[in-house]
Protein backbone atom coordinates (compact mmCIF):
# COMPACT_ATOMS: atom_id res chain seq x y z
CA UNK A 1 0.00 0.00 0.00
CA UNK A 2 1.51 3.20 -0.96
CA UNK A 3 1.92 5.90 1.95
CA UNK A 4 -0.24 8.36 0.55
CA UNK A 5 -3.27 5.53 0.19
CA UNK A 6 -1.99 3.90 4.13
CA UNK A 7 -2.28 7.45 5.25
CA UNK A 8 -5.71 7.53 3.86
CA UNK A 9 -6.78 4.55 5.01
CA UNK A 10 -5.37 4.86 8.50
CA UNK A 11 -7.00 8.33 8.54
CA UNK A 12 -10.86 7.27 7.34
CA UNK A 13 -10.63 3.98 9.39
CA UNK A 14 -9.40 6.09 12.73
CA UNK A 15 -12.02 8.55 12.05
CA UNK A 16 -15.27 6.16 11.18
CA UNK A 17 -14.42 4.56 15.21
CA UNK A 18 -14.94 8.23 16.32
CA UNK A 19 -11.15 8.25 17.41
CA UNK A 20 -8.50 10.84 18.02
CA UNK A 21 -6.83 10.82 14.56
CA UNK A 22 -8.69 13.83 13.02
CA UNK A 23 -10.98 15.45 15.68
CA UNK A 24 -13.69 17.72 14.65
CA UNK A 25 -13.92 19.06 18.10
CA UNK A 26 -10.47 20.49 17.81
CA UNK A 27 -11.62 22.96 15.28
CA UNK A 28 -15.64 22.04 14.65
CA UNK A 29 -16.76 21.05 11.12
CA UNK A 30 -19.91 21.85 9.15
CA UNK A 31 -21.97 19.74 10.74
CA UNK A 32 -20.34 20.29 14.43
CA UNK A 33 -20.05 24.55 15.73
CA UNK A 34 -16.56 25.00 16.91
CA UNK A 35 -17.37 24.38 21.20
CA UNK A 36 -14.76 25.40 23.56
CA UNK A 37 -14.19 22.59 25.68
CA UNK A 38 -12.52 22.10 28.88
CA UNK A 39 -9.27 19.99 28.57
CA UNK A 40 -7.97 18.34 32.28
CA UNK A 41 -4.78 15.91 32.70
CA UNK A 42 -4.02 14.30 35.90
CA UNK A 43 -0.24 13.49 36.45
CA UNK A 44 1.62 11.94 38.97
CA UNK A 45 4.39 14.33 38.87
CA UNK A 46 5.59 17.72 37.77
CA UNK A 47 6.68 16.66 33.98
CA UNK A 48 4.66 13.83 33.67
CA UNK A 49 1.53 15.56 31.73
CA UNK A 50 4.41 17.50 29.53
CA UNK A 51 6.05 14.02 28.27
CA UNK A 52 2.77 11.68 28.16
CA UNK A 53 0.75 14.26 26.06
CA UNK A 54 2.23 17.71 26.42
CA UNK A 55 0.97 18.20 22.69
CA UNK A 56 -2.11 17.35 22.74
CA UNK A 57 -2.59 19.74 25.37
CA UNK A 58 -0.59 22.44 23.36
CA UNK A 59 -3.00 21.48 20.41
CA UNK A 60 -6.29 21.76 22.23
CA UNK A 61 -5.09 25.03 23.68
CA UNK A 62 -4.22 26.47 20.24
CA UNK A 63 -7.82 25.47 19.01
CA UNK A 64 -9.04 27.65 21.90
CA UNK A 65 -10.08 25.01 24.62
CA UNK A 66 -9.19 26.16 27.94
CA UNK A 67 -6.25 23.24 29.54
CA UNK A 68 -5.98 22.37 33.04
CA UNK A 69 -3.02 20.43 34.52
CA UNK A 70 -3.33 18.65 37.89
CA UNK A 71 -0.27 17.38 39.76
CA UNK A 72 -1.30 15.12 42.20
CA UNK A 73 2.46 15.88 43.86
CA UNK A 74 5.08 18.80 43.68
CA UNK A 75 7.64 16.05 43.30
CA UNK A 76 9.40 16.38 46.52
CA UNK A 77 11.24 13.03 46.32
CA UNK A 78 12.95 14.13 42.81
CA UNK A 79 15.92 16.29 43.35
CA UNK A 80 18.68 14.89 45.00
CA UNK A 81 20.87 16.43 47.69
CA UNK A 82 17.51 18.70 48.20
CA UNK A 83 14.94 18.56 51.03
CA UNK A 84 11.25 17.62 50.21
CA UNK A 85 10.18 21.59 50.85
CA UNK A 86 13.86 22.78 48.47
CA UNK A 87 12.19 20.24 45.92
CA UNK A 88 8.44 21.29 46.01
CA UNK A 89 9.73 25.07 45.45
CA UNK A 90 11.65 24.21 42.28
CA UNK A 91 9.78 21.55 40.70
CA UNK A 92 6.75 23.52 40.99
CA UNK A 93 8.00 26.36 39.32
CA UNK A 94 9.13 24.23 36.23
CA UNK A 95 5.45 23.02 35.89
CA UNK A 96 4.19 26.53 36.03
CA UNK A 97 6.74 27.50 33.60
CA UNK A 98 6.01 24.68 31.45
CA UNK A 99 1.98 25.46 31.45
CA UNK A 100 3.03 28.61 30.19
CA UNK A 101 4.85 27.25 27.14
CA UNK A 102 1.33 24.55 26.59
CA UNK A 103 -1.09 27.61 27.41
CA UNK A 104 -2.36 25.45 30.29
CA UNK A 105 -3.21 26.09 33.82
CA UNK A 106 -1.28 24.27 36.41
CA UNK A 107 -3.21 22.76 39.76
CA UNK A 108 -0.97 20.73 42.20
CA UNK A 109 -3.60 18.13 44.47
CA UNK A 110 -1.37 17.97 47.44
CA UNK A 111 0.05 14.38 47.97
CA UNK A 112 3.27 14.24 48.32
CA UNK A 113 5.95 12.18 45.83
CA UNK A 114 7.02 8.40 46.20
CA UNK A 115 4.13 8.42 49.37
CA UNK A 116 1.26 8.81 47.57
CA UNK A 117 -2.18 7.12 48.72
CA UNK A 118 -5.34 5.83 47.36
CA UNK A 119 -8.03 5.79 49.53
CA UNK A 120 -11.76 7.05 49.91
CA UNK A 121 -11.01 10.90 51.11
CA UNK A 122 -8.61 10.79 48.14
CA UNK A 123 -10.89 9.75 46.04
CA UNK A 124 -13.06 12.09 47.22
CA UNK A 125 -10.78 14.72 47.19
CA UNK A 126 -9.91 13.66 42.92
CA UNK A 127 -13.69 14.28 42.85
CA UNK A 128 -13.83 17.52 43.89
CA UNK A 129 -11.07 18.83 42.07
CA UNK A 130 -12.21 17.75 38.77
CA UNK A 131 -15.87 19.09 39.61
CA UNK A 132 -14.61 22.49 39.94
CA UNK A 133 -12.72 21.70 36.52
CA UNK A 134 -15.80 20.76 34.99
CA UNK A 135 -13.96 18.58 32.51
CA UNK A 136 -15.70 17.30 29.32
CA UNK A 137 -12.01 15.02 28.67
CA UNK A 138 -9.48 14.05 30.61
CA UNK A 139 -6.41 12.20 29.92
CA UNK A 140 -4.13 10.43 32.80
CA UNK A 141 -1.72 7.36 33.17
CA UNK A 142 -2.76 4.41 32.00
CA UNK A 143 -2.71 2.22 35.14
CA UNK A 144 -0.67 -0.76 34.36
CA UNK A 145 2.89 0.88 35.10
CA UNK A 146 5.56 0.16 37.67
CA UNK A 147 5.40 3.48 38.76
CA UNK A 148 2.98 3.81 41.81
CA UNK A 149 2.74 7.46 41.73
CA UNK A 150 1.84 6.83 38.21
CA UNK A 151 -0.70 4.12 39.42
CA UNK A 152 -2.26 6.29 42.06
CA UNK A 153 -3.05 9.28 39.63
CA UNK A 154 -4.71 7.11 37.45
CA UNK A 155 -6.64 4.70 40.27
CA UNK A 156 -7.71 8.22 41.22
CA UNK A 157 -8.83 9.68 38.47
CA UNK A 158 -10.75 6.08 37.29
CA UNK A 159 -12.77 6.25 40.53
CA UNK A 160 -13.67 10.07 40.03
CA UNK A 161 -14.77 9.42 36.46
CA UNK A 162 -16.89 6.02 37.83
CA UNK A 163 -18.60 8.37 40.71
CA UNK A 164 -18.56 11.63 38.74
CA UNK A 165 -22.14 13.21 37.99
CA UNK A 166 -20.95 15.43 34.95
CA UNK A 167 -20.09 13.18 32.09
CA UNK A 168 -16.44 12.82 30.80
CA UNK A 169 -14.43 11.28 28.55
CA UNK A 170 -11.69 9.58 29.98
CA UNK A 171 -8.06 9.00 27.77
CA UNK A 172 -4.70 6.93 29.54
CA UNK A 173 -1.29 8.26 28.02
CA UNK A 174 1.98 6.05 27.90
CA UNK A 175 4.78 6.97 30.30
CA UNK A 176 8.56 5.56 29.07
CA UNK A 177 6.71 3.36 26.60
CA UNK A 178 7.96 -0.29 27.79
CA UNK A 179 10.13 1.26 30.80
CA UNK A 180 7.28 1.99 32.56
CA UNK A 181 3.67 2.26 30.80
CA UNK A 182 3.39 -1.76 29.88
CA UNK A 183 0.40 -3.88 28.25
CA UNK A 184 -0.55 -0.40 26.40
CA UNK A 185 -2.81 -1.13 23.21
CA UNK A 186 -3.90 2.69 21.80
CA UNK A 187 -7.02 2.69 20.33
CA UNK A 188 -7.10 6.52 19.61
CA UNK A 189 -4.13 9.35 18.06
CA UNK A 190 -3.53 12.77 18.07
CA UNK A 191 -1.15 14.22 15.27
CA UNK A 192 0.98 16.48 16.91
CA UNK A 193 3.42 17.42 14.60
CA UNK A 194 2.76 20.87 14.47
CA UNK A 195 2.91 21.13 18.26
CA UNK A 196 5.96 18.35 18.79
CA UNK A 197 8.62 21.20 19.20
CA UNK A 198 6.48 23.48 21.70
CA UNK A 199 5.93 19.96 23.64
CA UNK A 200 9.62 19.37 23.82
CA UNK A 201 10.35 23.32 25.42
CA UNK A 202 7.80 22.78 28.26
CA UNK A 203 8.85 18.80 28.66
CA UNK A 204 12.80 21.14 28.59
CA UNK A 205 11.44 23.79 31.57
CA UNK A 206 11.95 20.97 33.82
CA UNK A 207 15.41 21.21 34.36
CA UNK A 208 15.94 19.32 37.67
CA UNK A 209 14.95 15.83 35.91
CA UNK A 210 17.38 15.53 32.76
CA UNK A 211 15.27 16.29 30.14
CA UNK A 212 17.05 14.96 27.78
CA UNK A 213 16.90 11.75 29.77
CA UNK A 214 12.81 12.22 30.08
CA UNK A 215 12.95 11.99 26.47
CA UNK A 216 15.43 9.10 25.77
CA UNK A 217 13.05 7.00 28.32
CA UNK A 218 11.07 5.87 25.23
CA UNK A 219 8.87 9.45 24.32
CA UNK A 220 11.56 10.24 21.24
CA UNK A 221 10.57 6.78 19.66
CA UNK A 222 7.51 6.64 20.76
CA UNK A 223 6.47 10.31 19.05
CA UNK A 224 8.12 8.79 16.20
CA UNK A 225 6.31 5.17 15.76
CA UNK A 226 2.72 6.38 17.07
CA UNK A 227 3.12 8.82 14.31
CA UNK A 228 4.10 6.19 11.67
CA UNK A 229 1.32 4.06 12.77
CA UNK A 230 -1.67 7.20 11.99
CA UNK A 231 1.19 8.28 8.99
CA UNK A 232 2.32 11.25 10.20
CA UNK A 233 5.25 12.78 11.29
CA UNK A 234 4.82 12.62 15.21
CA UNK A 235 1.55 11.52 17.47
CA UNK A 236 0.64 11.02 21.02
CA UNK A 237 -1.34 7.80 21.19
CA UNK A 238 -4.13 6.79 24.11
CA UNK A 239 -6.30 4.25 25.50
CA UNK A 240 -10.55 5.64 25.86
CA UNK A 241 -12.05 4.30 28.70
CA UNK A 242 -14.39 2.02 27.72
CA UNK A 243 -16.88 0.23 29.78
CA UNK A 244 -19.11 3.86 29.58
CA UNK A 245 -20.66 4.44 33.12
CA UNK A 246 -24.63 5.01 33.31
CA UNK A 247 -25.43 8.08 31.68
CA UNK A 248 -22.09 8.34 29.26
CA UNK A 249 -23.51 8.78 25.62
CA UNK A 250 -19.99 8.20 24.57
CA UNK A 251 -16.92 10.39 23.52
CA UNK A 252 -17.08 13.68 22.78
CA UNK A 253 -14.15 13.14 20.38
Known sequence: MKHSSRRQFLNNSVGSLGLLAMPSVLYGSGNRPFKSLKIVCVGGHPDDPESICGGTLAKFAAAGHRVTIIYLTKGEAGIESKSHEEAAYIRSDEAIAACKILNAKAVFAGQVDGDTV??????????QLLAT?????????????????????????????????????????EACPGAQTLG??????????????QKRKAVFCHTSQDPAGIYDCGHTSSEDFRG????????????YMTGKRKGNAGPVI
Open 133 to 173: EKPDIVFTHWPIDTHKDHQAASLLTIQAWVRSKEKFDLYFC
Open 184 to 197: FHPNSYIDITETQE
Open 228 to 239: RELGVKAAEAFV
Open 118 to 127: VNNEWVVKMQ
